[in-house]
């Protein structure tokens, strides 16, 4: 481990990541539950609401940027932090559930669905996302593959209260770039269509509504991904609060409006539950997750992680690759 229980009593943080010499724990858990509970297979399936959901938030965000066209930068501001960031938050949670194939059974109906979730999102991102999103399930922690965790740069720099929350205001982009530094992938032609058509979406709203309309979009995603509540849920999935504890879940109001993706013990249990049953993994086998460590609150987490001198970005925990996942 990292850090001692020793060490964190005396406010010392990691100055290594938490390594874990035993499989990820959710496998083994799935298939406890399943021998116990064998109804739970009946939740497997897609949310066949997802598209009409998507089309409402894509339609409204798309909307609010033709409407502030001609807004002010501090009223334009004040719209996407308080109204657009939980937009293009909704419709980046509606791409992770995308990933799964949870709209449709057909994959790529999935995907396309995904590459219109992208389009007030600004940047393309749905297509790649689901590449690496599908090895932090299959390869969790495991050093060099699953790229959900902080470079060791990321872990040696922020190491006080000021730089963890630059790094909270810019997590978004860490999230993004990570990948794509550590352990690029060749685009395919997938990727070339994602940006091809996010760049057709961006050129008509500066074309016909000016460049402040395509700024709302961009805006609306840089500040749902920082220093927000929704974005709570990028630090409170992985982090390590409570020592030998690797995932934890979130049982607050703010599931409603993102998927239901706190729900992450159950998710990462039964990826092929949509969201909107995952709480019925918790009511059918509530003893595998009541003595877990949860939230209820995305905010007090991002402030627990900045504040608490015990947490960073080593407070991962991490597995050396198998043969398998090399």
């Known amino acids: 481990m990292g850090v001692s229980r020793e060490d964190q009593r005396e406010g010392v943080m990691a100055g290594d990541f938490f390594w874990s010499y035993t499989d990820e724990p959710h496998a083994s858990r799935r298939r406890q539950i399943l021998s116990k509970y064998p109804q739970i297979k009946n939740l497997f399936g897609p949310d066949h609401s997802a598209f009409f959901k998507i089309s409402i938030v894509v339609l409204l965000q798309l909307g609010t940027a033709i409407l502030l066209r001609d807004a002010g930068w501090l009223k334009m501001l004040l719209v996407a932090y308080f109204f657009g960031s939980f937009l293009n938050h909704n419709l980046f949670l509606a791409i992770h559930e995308l990933s799964h194939n949870l709209a449709f059974s057909t994959p790529v109906y999935n995907r396309c669905l995904g590459i219109f979730a992208n389009l007030p999102i600004g940047v393309p991102m749905s297509v790649t996302f689901q590449k690496y999103h ?12 699953d790229m ?3 470079s060791l740069t990321e872990a040696h720099i922020v190491t006080n209260v000021v730089a963890k929350a630059i790094w909270v205001l810019l997590q978004l982009f860490f999230y993004a770039l990570r990948p794509l530094f550590l352990k690029p992938k060749p685009p395919g032609w997938w990727e070339f269509t994602n940006l091809f058509i996010q760049i057709a979406l961006d050129a ?3 074309y016909f509504w000016g460049w402040k309309a395509l700024a709302y979009l961009i805006l609306s995603t840089f ?3 920082g220093m927000h509540p929704m974005a709570g849920h990028f630090i409170s999935e992985h982090y390590i609060f409570t020592p030998g504890q690797e995932t934890y879940s979130y049982y607050g109001p ?3 409006l993102t998927w239901h993706v706190g729900y992450h013990n159950e998710h990462h249990d039964f990826p092929r539950i949509p969201g909107n049953k995952l709480h019925k993994v918790k009511e059918i086998a509530p003893e595998y997750y009541n003595d877990l460590a949860s939230y209820k609150s995305w905010s007090q987490v991002i402030y627990m992680y900045i504040m608490d001198r015990t947490v960073g970005p080593f407070s991962r925990m991490k597995r050396k690759p198998t043969k398998k996942a090399e």
Do not use: S
């Open 134 to 145: 599908l090895e932090h399930h299959r390869f969790q922690g495991v050093d060099g593959i």
């Open 254 to 256: 703010f599931n409603l």
């Open 148 to 150: 959900d965790i902080p």
């Open 204 to 206: 008509a709203m500066v």
């Open 223 to 225: 500040v749902g991904g």
